[in-house]
Every structure is written in C-alpha cells, then in structure tokens.
C-alpha cells in the first residue's frame, strides 16, 4: 500500500508535466515515502497522456474536458 497518493489535474500541459513528474519523483524519493502519481488528463489534445506514461505515472483520462473539480474527484 502506498504512504501518499499525489493526484495531478492536467489539460494540455505536454510543456510541463514531465518536469513536474520528475521534481515529485525526487522529493518523494528524498523524503523515503511510497507514493504514487496519478495523474488526470482531462480531454487534452496534447501529448500529455503520452508523457505522462513514459515518465511512469498513471493516467486516467477523460475523453472530454470535465472540469478542475471532477478531475480531482476522479484522482481521489
């Protein structure tokens, strides 16, 4: 089981969230926690989702843009 869940809305954010995965990475790892990032594509017309796999991290996504507050929900 893990120790924390970090839940991560994200629409089109393909310039950013690899950045972002890789910081939590190393804090999460600094701080000897388990974890694990999950992060919500809402619709993006990007390569979020795709990034977001590469760098590890799951990803639920939404075939369509549900909003801030349904995205969190989704993660939690």
Avoid: C, F, W
Avoid at 46 to 62: L, M, Y
């Amino acid at each position: 089981m893990k120790e924390v869940s970090i839940v991560i809305p994200a629409l089109n954010e393909e310039e950013a969230i690899g950045g972002v995965i890789d910081e939590i990475k190393e804090v999460m790892h600094e701080a000897r926690l388990e974890y694990e990032i999950l992060v919500i594509d809402d619709g993006s017309v990007d390569s979020t989702g795709v990034i977001v796999k590469q760098k590890g991290a799951k990803v639920i996504r939404h075939p369509y843009t549900a909003g801030y507050g349904a995205s969190i929900q989704e993660g939690i």
